[in-house]
Nanobody, 126 residues
Framework: QVQLVESGGGSVQAGGSLRLSCAYS????????MGWFRQAPGEEREGVAA????????YYADSVKGRFTISHDSAKNTVYLQMNSLKPEDTAMYYC???????????????????WGQGTQVTVST
């Protein structure tokens, strides 16, 4: 079982940038799918981005393509989500998730992930 801790959230004006970090421990993630999800109050949890560690392949929700980038730094045991050109609709609690056996086609299905972090709040103001 892998443990995940998110950080890097905060408040930013529209058009600004933030970088979220997901530090992992407790297991090797060489074959894991690592994902970022977000959830606004009263809304469904939404898949934002994912990375298949073994291949480096990345996946994004249409709403964030071209603005967000997911990456992995094995030396720092960390997965990042770089968020640029932020919009008010990006405001949400952001969660890191990990699973050892998901098909890449399932990356956006939150119920399939075994491990979750505690979340970090992102607020984008106009």
């Amino acid at each position: 079982q892998v443990q995940l801790v998110e950080s890097g959230g905060g408040s930013v004006q529209a058009g600004g940038s933030l970088r979220l970090s997901c530090a992992y421990s407790g297991d090797t993630i060489s074959s894991y799918l690592m994902g970022w999800f977000r959830q606004a109050p009263g809304e469904e949890r939404e898949g934002v981005a994912a990375i298949f560690i073994r291949s480096g392949s990345t996946y994004y929700a249409d709403s964030v393509k071209g603005r967000f980038t997911i990456s992995h730094d094995s030396a720092k045991n960390t997965v990042y989500l770089q968020m640029n050109s932020l919009k008010p609709e990006d405001t949400a609690m952001y969660y890191c998730a990990a699973d050892p056996s998901l098909w890449v086609g399932e990356w956006s299905r939150s119920s399939k992930y075994r491990s979750w972090g505690q979340g970090t709040q992102v607020t984008v103001s106009t």
